[in-house]
């Protein structure tokens, strides 16, 4: 499924073709140039098929987009779980530890590295 932004990128860019094809259109019925009138109409009502699938989709798009800002706000803070590859022996040590592995990792890169604490937060 598309974004709500492409969805409405392509709508623009329909209502685009067809602005300029209706101007094309009025000049050649001017100009009594009745076979391009006839298949420009069949192209804008090819056009007109198109935006109402696209509204359609629209509406689709922002319908499950409000779905999924439903519920509990995500927490910012949240520790992300990372996976980093470690030496077999260090990762053996880390295990006979009474701390998980975690934590032994950020305290090693706080005393290591000297974050201080508004960067911890």
């Known amino acids: 499924m598309r974004t709500l932004e492409q969805v409405i990128k392509a709508q623009d860019h329909l ?3 067809e602005i300029k094809l209706i101007m094309m259109v009025s000049h050649w019925q001017k100009n009594n140039m009745t076979e391009l009138c006839e298949k420009a109409e069949i192209i804008l009502k090819k056009i007109n098929k198109r935006v109402l699938a696209l509204r359609t989709e629209k509406y689709e798009v922002q319908k499950d987009e409000e779905k999924r800002k439903a519920g509990r706000p995500k927490k910012e803070d949240k520790k992300i779980p990372v996976g980093i590859k470690l030496p077999p022996w260090l990762n053996e040590w880390m295990k006979r530890q009474p701390e998980s592995k975690a934590e032994l990792i950020e305290k090693a ?3 290591y590295y ?5 960067l911890q937060k």
């Open 15 to 17: 209502s685009k073709k």
């Open 109 to 111: 890169l706080i005393e």
């Open 114 to 118: 000297q974050i201080p604490e508004h």
